[in-house]
């Protein structure tokens, strides 16, 4: 499932790069004002809704492939991105050493430094 989805995102990346690049900008009309010809291949205004149309499809799946990728291998999963590093699931957290039975346990207390008295700066 998760091959199928990156094959397709990585498509609809393509295609929409590719579809981005072929719609005309803005100000290409005025060019046209002025007397230039307009040579499309999909004739005088069928290009700008049929591009405009695709390139909102194209987006749309983009971002439910982006969320699904992410939903997949996110925190959640058991999988790590990095070979060699366990996964989150798999690693264990370190529990404290126990002393056997009847082991006299004792705590003593980190040693200080005693504090030093401050003294006046002389010049």
Known sequence: ??????LIHILVCMALILIVLLQTGKG??????????????FGSSGAA????????VAAAIFMVTSLL?????????????VVGTPSAATQKQSTPT???AGSPVTQTPAPTAP???AKPVSK
């Not at 499932?1 to 990156?6: D, E, I, K, R, S």
């Not at 290409?28 to 291949?41: L, N, P, R, V, W």
């Not at 990728?69 to 991105?81: E, T, V």
């Open 28 to 41: 290409a009309s005025m060019g046209a004002a002025f007397g230039g010809s307009s040579q499309t291949i």
């Open 98 to 100: 126990q002393t056997p």
């Open 49 to 56: 809704t049929f591009l405009t149309k695709l390139t909102t």
């Open 69 to 81: 990728l992410a939903f997949m291998y996110g925190p959640g999963s058991s999988s790590s991105s």
């Open 115 to 117: 504090a030093s008295p």
């Open 1 to 6: 499932m998760a091959t199928l989805t990156t």
